[in-house]
Nanobody, 115 residues
C-alpha cells in the first residue's frame, strides 16, 4: 500500500520557521523525484520546491527562494521542507508528491502563519 504522510505543520508567527517532513512507504522511494506543493485558500495549487532522486538537483518557486530548502534522505524514504522567515502568504495546505511515470500524493499538512 502506497503512503505519503506529511507532518510538521502548524500555527507559527511571521518570521519563524517550520520543518515539514514527508515519509513514504509502499514504493521504491529512491527512484522517484519528490516535490512539495501548496494550496492557499482560494488559490490554485502551486509547486513550491522539487528535488531530484539523488537530492543534488533542486528547484524553487520564486516566492520561496532563499527562505525554503528541500532535501531528502533516501535511507529514510523521506523528504523535508525547511521553511524559514515565514510570511502570512505562506499560509496553505502543503502536500508532498512523488513522481516516476506515475504520481503519488500525501494528504497534506496545514501551515498557518499569523501573529
Amino acid at each position: 500500500q502506497v503512503q505519503l504522510v506529511e507532518s510538521g505543520g502548524g500555527l507559527v508567527q511571521p518570521g519563524r520557521s517550520l520543518n515539514l517532513s514527508c515519509t513514504a512507504s509502499g514504493f521504491s522511494f529512491r527512484l522517484y523525484a519528490m516535490s512539495w506543493y501548496r494550496r492557499a485558500p482560494g488559490k490554485e495549487r502551486e509547486l513550491v520546491a522539487r528535488v531530484t532522486t539523488t537530492g543534488i538537483g533542486t528547484n524553487y518557486a520564486d516566492s520561496v527562494k532563499g527562505r525554503f530548502t528541500i532535501s531528502r534522505d533516501n535511507a529514510k524514504s523521506s523528504v523535508y521542507l525547511q521553511m524559514n522567515n515565514l510570511i502570512p502568504e505562506d499560509t496553505a495546505v502543503y502536500y508532498c508528491r512523488a513522481f516516476y511515470g506515475k504520481e503519488y500524493w500525501g494528504q497534506g499538512t496545514q501551515v498557518t502563519v499569523s501573529s
